[in-house]
């Protein structure tokens, strides 16, 4: 497996859903970064299941850091945080032992590693490890925010229901930081909500749309061709479970569009040069041009479902009907927000690591 993202900043994921802990180590953190408790303990209940929305597997989330902090500074050397799994209960799985559950991994890890990963909850496929990186990325965001770089994720649709755009980005952003559902229009949150519980109730699960703005990041960020921005953040995105699909600026709408409505023309105000429109998503070339970076991630349903499927028995090879019971999630994509704004903070202070050197989230005039 290739647990380890980033270049010159690096985060590494380990554990499973069901074992003893599950966490993170970060390194390439320069020395001096407060350590904000509050910040992590926040990351970790925007990822954390509320409600009649969520799976009841409910982790308290008691993290340890463990290596890599002194006096609530970091020391520039590896940083560790783990999570222990309380609320465990594997006899469900028992069950549908040997049955792969369509949508997840168990076909491929069997075919990967041999019958040997860990089958329940997922195991490292989980998206328990997710509150590791939720913990470790809320370090790197305050650090990026004395920089005066700012990252907010919302549903734009979830069940076929859509929020409204951004407008203001700064104070769009500012209400984002605040809501633990992640919509900006009230009406359409409560929609979103009757909709998945409606799913639930029928034993079945609802996808959606997630889009990030990552504001006030400068211009120059990006490394051409493979490590491009774009590269970059696909990436990390594509390491979430569930997501299948991201686009940046208009996405796929550019290929309906002409050149001369794409293209962002560009002005000069008071010494600095923006483009008037963003439809290339603050990025040009793979670089940062220092407009806003927008993109957008398709979270497919949860897999697990109640509804009964057809699939196959790993070892026989024989056909069966499965139904996932259990404590499940019918809906991951206002929990998966907390997991998009952790990694895309690792992403960009990587990129600026790798731009202005290894100690830019400690110096104070860049």
């Given at each position: 497996?290739?647990?380890?993202?980033?270049?010159?900043?690096?985060?590494?994921?380990?554990?499973?859903?069901?074992?003893?802990?599950?966490?993170?180590?970060?390194?390439?953190?320069?020395?001096?970064?407060?350590?904000?408790?509050?910040?992590?303990?926040?990351?970790?209940?925007?990822?954390?299941?509320?409600?009649?929305?969520?799976?009841?597997?409910?982790?308290k989330d008691d993290y340890s850091v463990i290596s890599g902090v002194y006096n609530g500074f970091t020391q520039g050397t590896p940083l560790c945080i783990i999570i222990p799994n309380k609320d465990i209960k594997s006899?469900?799985?028992?069950?549908?032992?040997?049955?792969?559950?369509?949508?997840?991994?168990?076909?491929?890890?069997?075919?990967?590693?041999?019958?040997?990963?860990?089958?329940?909850?997922?195991?490292?496929?989980?998206?328990?490890?997710?509150?590791?990186?939720?913990?470790?990325?809320?370090?790197?965001?305050?650090?990026?925010?004395?920089?005066?770089?700012?990252?907010?994720?919302?549903?734009?649709?979830?069940?076929?229901?859509?929020?409204?755009?951004?407008?203001?980005?700064?104070?769009?952003?500012?209400?984002?930081?605040?809501?633990?559902?992640?919509?900006?229009?009230?009406?359409?949150?409560?929609?979103?909500?009757?909709?998945?519980?409606?799913?639930?109730?029928?034993?079945?699960?609802?996808?959606?749309?997630?889009?990030?703005?990552?504001?006030?990041?400068?211009?120059?960020?990006?490394?051409?061709?493979?490590?491009?921005?774009?590269?970059?953040?696909?990436?990390?995105?594509?390491?979430?479970?569930?997501?299948?699909?991201?686009?940046?600026?208009?996405?796929?709408?550019?290929?309906?569009?002409?050149?001369?409505?794409?293209?962002?023309?560009?002005?000069?105000?008071?010494?600095?040069?923006?483009?008037?429109?963003?439809?290339?998503?603050?990025?040009?070339?793979?670089?940062?041009?220092?407009?806003?970076?927008?993109?957008?991630?398709?979270?497919?349903?949860?897999?697990?479902?109640?509804?009964?499927?057809?699939?196959?028995?790993?070892?026989?090879?024989?056909?069966?009907?499965?139904?996932?019971?259990?404590?499940?999630?019918?809906?991951?994509?206002?929990?998966?927000?907390?997991?998009?704004?952790?990694?895309?903070?690792?992403?960009?202070?990587?990129?600026?690591?790798?731009?202005?050197?290894?100690?830019?989230?400690?110096?104070?005039?860049?």
């Open positions: 497996m290739k647990n380890t993202f980033g270049s010159v900043l690096t985060v590494t994921v380990f554990g499973e859903s069901h074992g003893p802990a599950v966490g993170a180590v970060i390194d390439g953190l320069a020395p001096g970064l407060p350590v904000n408790g509050k910040s992590i303990e926040k990351a970790l209940l925007y990822r954390r299941p509320f409600g009649d929305i969520s799976t009841s597997r409910i982790e006899e469900s799985y028992k069950r549908i032992s040997g049955l792969a559950r369509p949508g997840h991994a168990d076909l491929t890890a069997f075919y990967k590693y041999n019958g040997f990963s860990d089958p329940n909850g997922g195991g490292h496929f989980s998206g328990r490890i997710t509150a590791a990186l939720c913990a470790a990325g809320a370090i790197v965001t305050d650090a990026l925010r004395v920089k005066g770089i700012r990252i907010a994720t919302h549903i734009l649709r979830c069940a076929g229901i859509d929020d409204r755009d951004f407008e203001n980005f700064s104070k769009d952003i500012e209400d984002l930081e605040n809501k633990r559902f992640a919509v900006l229009d009230d009406k359409a949150a409560a929609e979103m909500t009757e909709s998945i519980k409606c799913a639930a109730a029928a034993g079945d699960s609802v996808g959606g749309v997630l889009e990030t703005v990552i504001h006030g990041i400068p211009a120059g960020a990006g490394e051409p061709f493979f490590d491009s921005a774009e590269s970059v953040i696909s990436h990390a995105m594509f390491s979430i479970g569930g997501v299948k699909g991201v686009e940046f600026g208009a996405g796929f709408a550019a290929a309906d569009m002409r050149g001369s409505v794409c293209n962002d023309e560009f002005r000069a105000e008071n010494g600095r040069i923006y483009t008037t429109t963003n439809n290339n998503g603050g990025i040009n070339g793979g670089i940062t041009n220092g407009m806003p970076i927008v993109f957008r991630c398709a979270v497919k349903p949860t897999p697990s479902v109640s509804v009964e499927q057809k699939t196959v028995d790993i070892k026989s090879k024989e056909n069966a009907v499965i139904s996932v019971n259990g404590r499940h999630d019918p809906c991951i994509v206002h929990r998966v927000r907390a997991v998009v704004d952790a990694l895309t903070a690792f992403c960009i202070a990587d990129m600026l690591c790798i731009k202005y050197g290894t100690d830019y989230l400690a110096k104070e005039n860049i």
